[in-house]
Nanobody
Framework: QVQLVESGGGLVQAGGSLRLACAAS????????MAWFRQGPGKERENVAA????????YYADSVKGRFTIARDNAKNTVTLQMNSLQPEDTAVYYC????????????????????WGQGTQVTVSS
């Protein structure tokens, strides 16, 4: 049974940082593209970052480029999202997602690309 479990969410002031982590189990982690999506109040779920199965390719949404960093540790079956310079518009539930694939990260930006999802973790940025 595939499970993705997010952690690290919380409340932070604008300008602050958080690091989210996703622990994966029940899959051959090194075969999967991993991604972070978020869904803010009244908004659609959107892809903010993705990383190829090897870790050699990364994708970032324009809204987070330069502030967020996605990374993976295939030996530990984890993917992280380091979020710096957080702003109130980053407030959302953040979801970890996985799909088996070997292509570059930018190919996997659609919700429909992903087969497995975590339950999400709340990130709230106060002004």
């Amino acid at each position: 049974q595939v499970q993705l479990v997010e952690s690290g969410g919380g409340l932070v002031q604008a300008g602050g940082s958080l690091r989210l982590a996703c622990a994966a189990s029940g899959l051959t982690f090194s075969r999967y593209v991993m991604a972070w999506f978020r869904q803010g109040p009244g908004k659609e779920r959107e892809n903010v970052a993705a990383i190829s199965s090897s870790g050699g390719s990364r994708y970032y949404a324009d809204s987070v480029k330069g502030r967020f960093t996605i990374a993976r540790d295939n030996a530990k079956n984890t993917v992280t999202l380091q979020m710096n310079s957080l702003q109130p518009e980053d407030t959302a539930v953040y979801y970890c997602a996985a799909v088996e694939g070997g292509g570059p990260a930018y190919v996997y930006t659609r919700r429909s690309s992903y087969a497995y999802w975590g339950q999400g973790t709340q990130v709230t940025v106060s002004s």
